[in-house]
């Protein structure tokens, strides 16, 4: 199975910065990444799929990058309802994998 | 709207089984693969199942190939998960998925959630 390695696993920040989250595949996976993001007691959400393609819906300040093995979600300005734990997701071949989530709490 | 919600979860002891369904509604179930998810207790997600729209293909992680089964109804918008021989490790949120097109592998909406608790 293909293992994503995702940074850090937690983040504080104010509202307003911008921050960085990365995932490392352990093989090429081309653009077959999506991001996701998970509030306490709640569904995951889509936010991004094939590395950099914004989910209906979703606000312009997320943002990914990456293709092969790194990735990154960029948030370019935090808001109070962003705070939440972040995970990426390789879909390339099964079975699918998940990081480990980044949880992005509130400085 | 599209919505999914779960059911069938609760409390089964070690080895015992369960069933876990997902109603589907507000889009065209039958074009579409569906998942089961599961996230333990303060974990991260890990994915379980998925099946395509027309049940020709299904795939399982390794860790539950062989005691669970998923399959579909769709002329009741339905999926379930067949869950035997569950061990505490299957202590989860389980958590039905819909790809966002077609064996597309990832996923745009997803049920709340039914608890799945495996204990003596």
């Known amino acids: 199975a293909i293992r994503i390695t995702q940074s850090p696993s937690s983040l504080s920040a104010s509202t307003g910065d911008r921050v960085t989250i990365t995932c490392r595949a352990s093989?090429?996976?081309?653009?077959?990444l999506a991001w996701y993001q998970q509030k306490p007691g709640k569904a995951p959400k889509l936010l991004i799929y094939?590395?950099?393609t914004l989910q209906s819906g979703v606000p312009s300040r997320f943002s990914g990058s990456g293709s092969g093995t790194d990735f990154t979600l960029t948030i370019s300005c935090l808001q109070s309802e962003d705070f939440a734990t972040y995970y990426c997701?390789?879909?390339?071949?099964?079975?699918?994998?998940f990081g480990q989530g980044t949880k992005l709490e509130i400085k | 709207e599209v919505q999914l919600v779960e059911s069938g979860g609760g409390l089964v002891k070690p080895g015992g089984s369960l069933r876990l369904s997902c109603a589907a509604s507000?889009?065209?179930?039958?074009?579409?693969?569906m998942n089961w998810v599961r996230q333990a207790p303060g974990k991260g997600l890990e994915w379980v199942s998925s099946?395509?729209?027309?049940?020709?293909?299904?795939y399982y992680a390794d860790s539950v190939k062989g005691r669970f089964t998923i399959s579909r109804d769709n002329a009741k918008n339905s999926l379930y998960l067949q869950m035997n021989s569950l061990r505490a490790e299957d202590t989860a949120v389980y958590y039905c998925?819909?790809?966002?097109?077609?064996?597309?592998?990832?996923?745009?909406?997803w049920g709340q959630g039914t608890l799945v608790t495996v204990s003596s």
């Open positions: 507000g889009f065209t179930f039958s074009s579409y693969s």
């Open positions: 998925a819909r790809d966002h097109h077609d064996q597309s592998y990832y996923f745009d909406y």
């Open positions: 094939a590395a950099s």
């Open positions: 099946i395509s729209s027309s049940s020709s293909y299904i």
């Open positions: 997701q390789q879909y390339y071949s099964y079975p699918q994998t």
């Open positions: 093989q090429g996976i081309s653009s077959y």
